[in-house]
Nanobody, 123 residues
Framework: QVHLVESGGGLVQAGGSLRLSCAAS????????MGWFRQAPGKEREFVAA????????YYADSVKGRFTISRDNAKNTGYLQMNSLKPEDTAVYYC????????????????WGQGTQVTVSS
């Protein structure tokens, strides 16, 4: 079992930045890939970014490449999503998730989900 708790969401103006955190407990943190998804009102949930257990590989959705950075600190059992140059279309509930591999996350074969944190970007 893995328990995930997101934090760091909030309201920010377009062009601003936020950093989301995902605190994990349960299994050894470095043994699984971690990722972020988001769901905007009236839309389906979509993949945002993923990072391998050892942090040696990362993947991003085209819509966030160059603006978002995923990272993790295995010593702190915490993952992060640094979001820069935010746009109103980034407004969504952001979810942390884990899976066996980054490929599993990209394909949304998720083992565990966090409860989500709201990010709102005003224009």
């Amino acid at each position: 079992q893995v328990h995930l708790v997101e934090s760091g969401g909030g309201l920010v103006q377009a062009g601003g930045s936020l950093r989301l955190s995902c605190a994990a407990s349960g299994r050894t943190f470095s043994s699984y890939a971690m990722g972020w998804f988001r769901q905007a009102p009236g839309k389906e949930r979509e993949f945002v970014a993923a990072i391998s257990g050892s942090a040696d590989s990362t993947y991003y959705a085209d819509s966030v490449k160059g603006r978002f950075t995923i990272s993790r600190d295995n010593a702190k059992n915490t993952g992060y999503l640094q979001m820069n140059s935010l746009k109103p279309e980034d407004t969504a509930v952001y979810y942390c998730a884990t899976a066996r591999t980054t490929r599993d996350l990209v394909d949304e074969r998720v083992d565990y989900w966090g409860q989500g944190t709201q990010v709102t970007v005003s224009s």
